[in-house]
């Protein structure tokens, strides 16, 4: 099973900074990640697909990048509602996993 | 308006048994994989389980093989899961997420139903 680890486990930053935020695999995966956000008491919601593909009605603050074992996400400038969890995703064997995932806190 | 909405769950003793349904609407149903995916309290996702469109194809994960078991209802446009044997562990909110027929993300979640697996 590929095991997908996330850091920083939180991330404290003021609205209007950038957030970056990283997962690495155990084994490559390609470019086929994902990345989701998750609001408390709300279901999660796809983000980036295949590493670097905005969601529909994604803003454009959200990029991804990456291929192989090492994955980011960057968050250009905080808004407000940006404040959440963030997970990233990835299927092989018909296995889906998921990082442990990073709080990004208002600091 | 694409929407998922889980049921079913509620609180159950260990070893009992408890049935999760998912009505989906606003899209064709029939013509989409899904995923049954849990979140423990405080903890991360847990993909649980998957179907395919015409439910020919399923798996499980470990932690749950042999316990739970995934079924639809296409005339119904309904997912279920079907949870036996419970434990402690198996406590947490439980989602049914869309999987893109493209590339297996998952694009649509339900807001979840919660299971409490205590005596």
């Known amino acids: 099973e590929i095991v997908l680890t996330q850091s920083p486990a939180t991330l404290s930053l003021s609205p209007g900074e950038r957030a970056t935020l990283s997962c690495r695999a155990s084994q490559s995966v390609s470019s086929y990640l994902a990345w989701y956000q998750q609001k408390p008491g709300q279901a999660p919601r796809l983000l980036i697909y295949d590493a670097s593909n905005r969601a529909t009605g994604i803003p454009a603050r959200f990029s991804g990048s990456g291929s192989g074992t090492d994955f980011t996400l960057t968050i250009s400038s905080l808004e407000p509602e940006d404040f959440a969890v963030y997970y990233c995703?990835?299927?092989?064997?018909?296995?889906?996993?998921f990082g442990q995932g990073t709080k990004v806190e208002i600091k | 308006e694409v929407q998922l909405v889980e049921s079913g769950g509620g609180l159950v003793q260990p070893g009992g048994s408890l049935r999760l349904s998912c009505a989906a609407s606003g899209f064709t149903f029939s013509s989409y994989e899904m995923n049954w995916v849990r979140q423990a309290p405080g903890k991360g996702l847990e993909w649980v389980s998957y179907?395919?469109?015409?439910?020919?194809?399923?798996y499980y994960a470990d932690s749950v093989k042999g316990r739970f078991t995934i079924s639809r209802d296409n005339a119904k446009n309904s997912l279920y899961l079907q949870m036996n044997s419970l434990r402690a562990e198996d406590t947490a909110v439980y989602y049914c997420a869309r999987v893109r027929r493209e590339d297996y993300y998952m694009d649509v979640w339900g807001k979840g139903t919660t299971v409490t697996v205590s005596s």
């Open positions: 179907i395919s469109s015409s439910g020919s194809t399923i």
């Open positions: 995703q990835q299927r092989s064997n018909w296995r889906w996993t």
